[in-house]
């Protein structure tokens, strides 16, 4: 069997930058507030005139499939992670096959919110192993501006999120010891609620009511934020742990963290706790705000773009969030 590698990533993100200012405008917080508690500063939101979730998706994927150096007629998968994907149904998944023009191959839609990038990898990771298929593109997409609940009611969870892409094509290596070593998936769906958007969802009769889009309604995200960042900090070390350990080795072999970026104070605590020093982990949340199942390939790709992941650099990718779902993966560059 050979291992799967990264073969070339990409990300995009709109233009629209959104800073804590800006919030402050039109909704009842402050740049302090967001600050001290998150670390955000800004955050990038979509243009729905000309970006959709798929759209972006193909322009971090069109940057992704040149870096790998193949075509969208060469690759054989997609995998597509969202957690708000344009269309109740179908997924994503098919529109970006539309949009980027592949063959009609599978597209796989992953439904694994903030872990959705790393649940994705691990599922082109056995495709290419088993050597079913050698060029799979993986996405993280999604757009949160326009879902969001900007009143008093939603607005600890509104200041967090931002839009934005990230993209990966996956395939075969003959080095042995290189690329994706291992993945470590997870869930507990008894917190599903604590993270969520329940409405319009299929688990009712009256599947809409006008009352839903109200502030506080089930259209918006619910987030028992004190409750999540618990099981996050407790999460994240240990997958990241789980995958270090499968493969023999310790928090102090590893080059660089890239966990996903749902609270600077969450990466710090992790980075503490692990006692890796503060260059081994890298954020990108001050800039794009959680970007859900984009933000890991974004982090990648900036921290590839900065010299901070080489060739030979032994790289364990991190997520926790709704579901919960949690996950990781070591990979040596
Ligand atoms: N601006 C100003 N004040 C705000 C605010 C905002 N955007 N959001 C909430 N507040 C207020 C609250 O109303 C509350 O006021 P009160 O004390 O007068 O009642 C106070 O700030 C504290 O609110 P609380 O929601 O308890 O804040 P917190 O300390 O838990 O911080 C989060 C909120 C969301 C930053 C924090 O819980 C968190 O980051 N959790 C993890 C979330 C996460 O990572 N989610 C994604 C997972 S993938």
Redesign the pocket.
């Known amino acids: 069997m050979k291992n799967a590698r990264l073969a070339g990533i990409g990300y995009y993100v709109p233009e629209k930058v959104v800073t804590n200012d800006d919030l402050s405008k039109i909704m009842?917080?402050?740049d302090e507030?967001?600050v001290e508690?998150?670390g955000i500063k800004e955050r990038h939101y979509a243009d729905m005139d000309k970006e959709k979730n798929y759209i972006m998706g193909a322009k971090a994927a069109e940057k992704a499939i040149e870096m790998a150096g193949t075509n969208a007629q060469e690759i054989d998968l997609i995998v597509y992670a969202t957690l708000s994907a344009d269309y109740v149904f179908p997924g994503s998944g098919v529109l970006l096959q539309k949009e980027l023009g592949c063959k009609n191959i599978g597209a796989i839609d992953v439904r694994a919110?903030?872990s959705g990038f790393v649940y994705g990898l691990s599922i082109a990771e056995q495709y290419i192993k088993t050597g079913k298929y050698k060029n799979i593109l993986l996405v993280g997409s999604e757009i949160h501006s326009i879902g969001l609940d900007y009143s008093?009611h939603g607005?600890?969870?509104?200041?967090?999120f931002g839009d934005g892409a990230g993209a990966a094509v996956l395939q075969p290596t003959e080095a042995k010891d290189k690329g994706v070593l291992s993945t470590h998936l997870h869930s507990e769906g008894e917190h599903a609620e604590r993270?969520a958007v329940l409405d319009p969802g299929f688990y009712k009769k009256d599947r809409f009511d006008i009352e839903m889009t109200k502030p506080g309604g089930g259209f918006y995200p619910v987030?028992d934020?004190?409750f999540?960042?618990k099981n996050?900090v407790t999460r994240f070390p240990e997958v990241i742990m789980e995958a270090l350990q499968a493969n023999d080795y310790t928090p102090q072999d590893l080059d660089l963290l890239i966990p996903?970026q749902?609270?600077l104070?969450?990466s710090q605590f992790v980075q503490k706790k692990m006692g890796l020093a503060e260059d081994k982990v890298y954020n990108t949340i001050m800039k794009y705000g959680?970007t859900?199942a984009a933000s890991i390939p974004i982090g990648l790709c900036e921290a590839h773009a900065e010299g901070k992941v080489r060739e030979g650099d032994l790289i364990c990718l991190a997520a926790?969030?709704?579901g919960f779902t949690w996950a990781s993966a070591l990979i040596r560059w």
């Open positions: 009842n917080t402050t507030w967001i508690r998150t919110q903030c008093d607005r600890h969870i509104a200041v967090i993270l987030m934020g004190q999540v960042f996050a996903h749902a609270n104070r969450i959680n859900t926790f969030g709704s």
